[in-house]
């Protein structure tokens, strides 16, 4: 290859690269001029805004790949706008499909059958146990928790440093108070 294609060649590459930034500046300025209405237009068609942030951007990417690949726009401006419209239209059409977040079809989940009154019910009952439980002594608490857990009483008194019938003791004792309280 000649020093004189060579050359050639590096100018109509350095040429290219010049155009490319200019392209991404040019880009980069209706960026800058543009996105806030673009962005607007968006929420106008009814995009949530996540959504339309992010279709923004796409639309700016779709002009510089369409520059890019030597096509001709006339107007930006309503290219841009054409290109948002189709796109936001396109997200919509998706979002609709998406059920909106009902928080009370989630209350109903978390609990179906409980009503209000019988939630505070719950509620209440609940204290009441948790209470009781703090008013046993410190053996038949930790004794009843690793019960409760699906401990054996041999295991219960190995974890505890006490025999299996001392353990035996402390739940018939924990279950009598808590009978008594009437849970």
């Known amino acids: 290859m000649s020093s004189y294609s060579l050359g050639k060649e590096l100018t109509a590459l350095a040429g290219r690269e010049r155009a490319a930034m200019t392209l991404q500046d040019q880009v980069a300025q209706l960026f800058q001029e543009a996105r806030d209405d673009v962005y607007r237009y968006l929420l106008s068609l009814g995009l949530h805004p996540p959504q339309a942030q992010e279709a923004a951007q796409e ?92 401990l054996r009483y041999p295991e219960i008194g190995s974890a505890l440093g006490i025999s299996a019938s001392a353990v035996g003791e402390f739940l018939r004792r924990a279950i009598a108070r808590l009978k008594k309280g009437e849970l």
């Open 59 to 150: 639309v700016f990417l779709r002009l510089y790949v369409t520059l890019k690949k030597g096509e001709d726009i006339q107007n930006p401006r309503g290219w841009i706008f054409r290109v948002a419209h189709n796109l936001g239209l396109k997200i919509r059409a998706k979002q609709s499909t998406l059920a909106p977040f009902d928080a009370e079809l989630e209350l109903k989940l978390r609990s179906p059958d409980l009503n209000p009154e019988q939630n505070l019910l719950e509620r209440e009952q609940n204290i009441r146990f948790h209470q009781a439980i703090q008013a046993l002594s410190e053996q038949q608490r930790r004794c009843l928790l690793l019960r409760l857990e699906g």
